[in-house]
């Protein structure tokens, strides 16, 4: 422990460290309504939750029902099922006993219960950030997530349990980002934008996954970083930014009636996830 402005006040090692890599961010909120933020950790196959002053409140793992057997994403956390209090989303995997390998979706009560794991896929994985908002207006949260062949869910809380709402196969190669939700065409609803290795970012419909608008880039390769948009120039129009980590190129699209590439920026290493501009339409 450090004392002093700027000193570092702790590391948490924690009963996993330091043989296991913590590959994004924590997700830090009161969702046990103390007054005291919480704060959810993935790491290997585990969401850890812990207080605070970090002493360890609950662990899903391998030991947890159903089993968290395979490597978990960063955390979401929204009140998804309407009860008032938050759960915690993340994607993993659950090794079935007959069908092997279940990528999917565990839910998980405030307290450390697994309320739900939906299985989207099997024999593949989910590594994309759960995306979280009501896509459709229709008052109930979606949870949007993309997997590693390429396949875009829309799941919704229903009659007790994550259901899916659809899917759609967009791409032969893996969506590691997680989809970024904006409203591309100004009609007041956002559409889920999605790059693809191909070298394009759809924009799907929030309803059904259909296409509403393709933009061609022509950069070719993994995707890491998610699409960012956000009216950056005070235009009144939105602009789009796409991270292109294996081209080391920053691009940045002017959406609208027509959508037109207007500058990128070159740069030297990964800028991963980059989050949301601001709430250009307020939805
Ligand atoms: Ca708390
Ligand atoms: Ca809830
Ligand atoms: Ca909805
Ligand atoms: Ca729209």
Redesign the pocket.
């Known amino acids: 422990m450090a004392t002093g402005t700027g000193g570092q006040a702790w590391i948490w090692g924690g009963p996993f460290h330091p043989d296991t890599h913590i590959p994004a961010g924590p997700a830090i909120k009161d969702i046990d309504g103390d007054g005291e933020p919480e704060i959810i950790v993935l790491a290997r196959n585990k969401c850890i939750c812990l207080e605070h002053d970090l002493t360890e409140k609950w662990v899903i793992d391998e030991t947890s029902t159903p089993s968290s057997d395979y490597p978990v994403t960063a955390a979401a956390i929204a009140d998804i099922d309407g009860d008032t209090y938050d759960e915690i989303i993340f994607a993993g995997g659950h090794i079935d006993p007959v069908a092997g390998l279940q990528g999917g979706l565990f839910v998980v009560s405030r307290t450390g219960t697994i309320l739900d794991f939906l299985a989207l896929n099997t024999g593949r994985t989910v590594t994309s950030l759960p995306t979280i908002f009501?896509?459709?207006?229709?008052?109930?949260?979606?949870v949007i997530v993309c997997d590693n062949t390429g396949t875009v869910y829309c799941c919704?809380w229903d009659s007790g349990a994550l259901t899916l709402v659809w899917s759609r196969d967009v791409s032969s190669s893996p969506l590691s980002a997680s989809p970024c939700l904006i409203d591309i065409n100004g009609d007041g609803v956002r559409e889920i934008l999605v790059s693809t290795a191909g070298g394009t970012i759809l924009a799907l419909s929030?309803v059904d996954g259909s296409t509403v608008a393709s933009i061609e880039h022509g950069y070719s390769g993994t995707i890491v970083g998610t699409p960012t948009a956000g009216d950056i120039d005070n235009d009144g129009n939105v602009e789009l930014l796409l991270p292109l980590v294996e081209a080391g190129r920053l691009l940045c699209f002017r959406l609208g009636a027509t959508t037109t590439g207007n500058w990128f920026r070159r740069w030297g290493f990964s800028a991963g996830r980059t989050g949301e501009v601001s709430d250009v339409d307020g939805g």
Not at 134 to 142: M, S, Y
Request: glycine letters at 18%.
């Open positions: 009501d896509i459709d207006a229709d008052g109930v949260l979606e919704r929030g």
